[in-house]
């Protein structure tokens, strides 16, 4: 009885976005590419560690924090962004007359993903498609309950932001979008 399925989510919901510990399983292929094209001494200093340490951080779990949340409020939709960053592992959770509108503003984007992007010359939308950008899991939930939801957690030590909002989705649209 709490299967979410992404079934019940509606224009005007929140879209909450935890934050990831660096890239985690995304984007190994161009980050290889990168660091061919600009080879970097990996032991220099990325904002307190070191860049193969930012890297190669091991991806996290959201688990114990978002099995708390089922507890606070109705989380309507859940998305692990792996591999196909932001703008292909959302809509895996949408209803097809759904999207998201994210705020690129409204969360803070890491220093690993600000070299790799200056590094490797990626454009806005590539860097969106292949890596989580900071972001590493979504969570649905009413407008309503989206202070409660953070509250929450931050409780539990996330570092999250309401980082956009379902709207109604056009035919042909793309089911992220990032503003």
């Known amino acids: 009885d ?8 509606r224009p005007g919901d929140a ?20 660091l061919e094209l600009r080879p970097a001494d990996l032991a220099s200093d990325l ?23 089922l507890d606070v409020v109705y989380v309507k939709g859940m998305a692990h962004t792996t591999g196909g960053g932001l703008l292909e592992n959302i809509p895996r959770i949408l209803p097809p007359e759904a999207k998201v509108v994210l705020a690129r503003s409204a969360w803070p984007l890491p220093p690993v993903f600000a070299w790799l992007q200056d590094a490797g010359n990626v454009a806005a939308a590539e860097m969106q498609r292949t890596f989580n950008c900071g972001i ?26 309401v980082i956009g909002e379902v709207a109604a989705r056009l035919p042909g649209e793309a089911q992220t979008q990032v503003r």
Do not use: F, K
């Open 136 to 161: 590493g899991m979504v969570a649905i939930v009413a407008q309503a309950d989206a202070d409660r939801a953070l509250t929450h957690l931050r409780s539990c030590d996330e570092s999250a932001w």
């Open 2 to 9: 709490r299967i979410i399925d992404g079934r019940a989510i």
């Open 15 to 34: 879209v909450i976005g935890l934050a990831s510990s660096g890239p985690h399983s995304n984007g190994y292929s161009l980050i290889r590419r990168i």
């Open 47 to 69: 904002d307190g560690r070191s860049l193969a340490d930012a890297l190669m951080a091991p991806t996290r779990t959201y688990v114990p924090s978002l099995l708390g949340q």
